[in-house]
C-alpha cells in the first residue's frame, strides 16, 4: 500500500519569514506523481505542483520552491518570505493505481496547517 | 476560464432527508471524483467516473449514490443523511487518469445535518 507522511501537523511562522513543509511517500511503483494542493479555509483544493518520478530537479515558481529527493523518498516545499495568504493547510498527494485497472487515484498525507502571523 | 463548479456552497438537511449536490465542469475532463472531507482530515474518495463506467470505493456507505448524466454534470445523492455525514464534499476532475493527470477541485458543498 502506499502511504504519504506529512509529520508537521502545524507551522505558525512571522510574516516574511521562510517556512519548509515536509513530505514523505512511499511506493513500489517506478513511475509516479507526487502533488501538492493548497486548501485556504474557503475550503477548495488548488492545485500546487505536479512532478514526474523520474524529473528529480528542483522547481522555484516565485515564492515557492519544491524539493525532491527520490533517494530519501521526499518532496518538500518550501515557501520563501512568507505572506499572511500563504495561511492554509498544505497537503501532498501520491498517485497510485486504482484497483490495477490502470487509472490513478490520489493518495493524500494528512495536511499542514500553517498560519503566517502578521 | 473553464472550471468546476459546486452548487450550493452551503446544504443544509434534516436528519434522514434525501439531499443532492451537484458538480459541473467547464473542462472537458473524463473522469469526475467525488471526496468527503471531515473537519481536519485529508479528503477521502467515495467515487468517481471514468467516462459513464462508476467506480466505487470498497468503503463508501451504500447511502451515498452517484450520477452523471453527461460530461458536464456529476451528482452525489445522500438517501439517508446521519450526522455522521456532515462534512465538506468535493468535486474533482481530471483528463485521463491513466496518465496520472492532475485532479482538479471545485469550491466545495458544506453538508450539516441537522
Known amino acids: 500500500a502506499q502511504k504519504v507522511t506529512q509529520a508537521q501537523t502545524e507551522i505558525s511562522v512571522v510574516e516574511k519569514e521562510d517556512v519548509t513543509l515536509d513530505c514523505v511517500y512511499e511506493?513500489?511503483?517506478?513511475?509516479?506523481?507526487l502533488f501538492w494542493y493548497k486548501q485556504p479555509p474557503s475550503g477548495e483544493l488548488v492545485f500546487l505542483i505536479r512532478r514526474n518520478s523520474f524529473d528529480e530537479q528542483n522547481e522555484i515558481s516565485g515564492r515557492y520552491s519544491w524539493n525532491f529527493q527520490k533517494s530519501t523518498s521526499s518532496f518538500n516545499f518550501t515557501i520563501t518570505a512568507s505572506q499572511v495568504v500563504d495561511s492554509a493547510v498544505y497537503f501532498c498527494a501520491l498517485s497510485e493505481e486504482y484497483s490495477g485497472a490502470g487509472s490513478y487515484q490520489l493518495t493524500f498525507g494528512k495536511g499542514t496547517k500553517l498560519s503566517v502571523i502578521p | 476560464d473553464a472550471m468546476v463548479i459546486q452548487n450550493p456552497r452551503y446544504q443544509v438537511t434534516q436528519f434522514g432527508k434525501p439531499v443532492t449536490l451537484s458538480c459541473s465542469q467547464t473542462?472537458?475532463?473524463?473522469?469526475m471524483y467525488w471526496y468527503q472531507q471531515k473537519s481536519s482530515q485529508a479528503p477521502k474518495l467515495l467515487f468517481h467516473y471514468y467516462d459513464k463506467d462508476f467506480n466505487n470505493e470498497a468503503d463508501t456507505p451504500d447511502n451515498f449514490q452517484s450520477r452523471r448524466p453527461n460530461t458536464s454534470f456529476c451528482f452525489l445523492d445522500i438517501r439517508s443523511p446521519g450526522l455522521g455525514d456532515a462534512a465538506m464534499y468535493l468535486c474533482a476532475t481530471s483528463r485521463d487518469p491513466a496518465q496520472q493527470e492532475t485532479q482538479y477541485f471545485g469550491p466545495g458543498t458544506r453538508l450539516l445535518v441537522l
Open positions: 511506493t513500489r511503483d517506478t513511475t509516479y506523481y
Open positions: 473542462l472537458n475532463h473524463n473522469v
